[in-house]
């Protein structure tokens, strides 16, 4: 079982649950994009640990698109624990996804839970 939590650059948060690992073409649908880049967040509301951010390659070219706030600060939180660096004022722009793997037992059963399989 798999929850992903979808951070919208509006600042909403969205739940997913995928009975098998999604694929890139369900995160494409999730995410309303044609690329996906895989970049490192730290987020404690997510995890105690370092996970990946499933990004819009391409959106810092769609003018629809806006900088995810959230996403660029989880972003920048890994990159000061790590010692990592992008360049001065980058963001990450569009709607980020996050995969999680939890047991039949933990999965989430929030309100706004959707199913998608």
Not at 38 to 50: C, F, L
Not at 111 to 116: D, L, P, R, T, V
Request: charged letters at 25%.
């Amino acid at each position: 079982m798999y929850n992903v939590i979808l951070w919208k650059d509006n600042g909403d948060e969205n739940f997913h649950v995928f009975e098998k690992k999604p694929t890139f073409k369900e995160l494409y649908r999730l995410m309303s994009c044609t690329m996906i880049e895989i970049v490192r967040g730290y987020n404690q509301d997510v995890s105690n640990r370092t996970f990946d951010m499933y990004i819009d390659e391409e959106g810092k070219f769609n003018p629809m698109k806006y900088p995810n706030k959230r996403a660029t600060a989880a972003w920048y939180t890994w990159q000061s624990r790590t010692g990592h660096q992008s360049l001065p004022g980058d963001n990450i722009v569009g709607d980020v996804a996050i995969i999680r793997k939890v047991s039949n037992e933990r999965k989430n059963t929030s309100k706004n839970m959707q199913s998608n399989r």
